[in-house]
Nanobody, 125 residues
Framework: QVQLVESGGGLVQAGGSLRLSCVAS???????ASWFRQAPGKEREFVAG????????YYADSVKGRFTISKDNAKNTLYLQMNSLKPEDTAVYYC???????????????????WGQGTQVTVSS
C-alpha cells in the first residue's frame, strides 16, 4: 500500500521560509513527483514538479525563483523549500506521485495517482 505523508507546514511571517517534506512508503520516488496547493474556496493548483531522475524541475510562475523542489531517493523523501513567502502562498500543500514515468501536463491532477493528506502553510502579513 502506498502512503505519502507530508510535514513541515506551519505559521510564518511574510518574507520567511519553510521546508516541506513528503515521505513515501510502499513506493519510491523513482517516478515523477509534484507539490500542489489548495487555498480555501479555490481549486487545487500545481506548484512544482520534479522528473523521475531529478534532473528536471518545473514551477508555477507564481513561485518561480522562490520555491525549490528536490528529492532524496535514498530517503524516499520529496522536499519543497519555500523562501520569501507571501500571504497568497497560504494553502494546504499536497505531494503527489505520477501514474507513469513521464508527465505530459504537470499541472493536471489526472497525471497523479497517489496523494498525501496535506500540510497547512499559513503566511501572515
Amino acid at each position: 500500500q502506498v502512503q505519502l505523508v507530508e510535514s513541515g507546514g506551519g505559521l510564518v511571517q511574510a518574507g520567511g521560509s519553510l521546508r516541506l517534506s513528503c515521505v513515501a512508503s510502499g513506493r519510491t520516488f523513482s517516478r515523477c513527483a509534484s507539490w500542489f496547493r489548495q487555498a480555501p474556496g479555490k481549486e487545487r493548483e500545481f506548484v512544482a514538479g520534479i522528473s523521475w531522475s531529478g534532473a528536471s524541475t518545473y514551477y508555477a510562475d507564481s513561485v518561480k525563483g522562490r520555491f525549490t523542489i528536490s528529492k532524496d531517493n535514498a530517503k524516499n523523501t520529496l522536499y519543497l523549500q519555500m523562501n520569501s513567502l507571501k500571504p497568497e502562498d497560504t494553502a494546504v500543500y499536497y505531494c503527489a506521485t505520477s501514474k507513469g514515468l513521464r508527465v505530459r501536463d504537470w499541472t493536471s491532477i489526472a497525471e497523479y495517482d497517489y496523494w498525501g493528506q496535506g500540510t497547512q502553510v499559513t503566511v501572515s502579513s
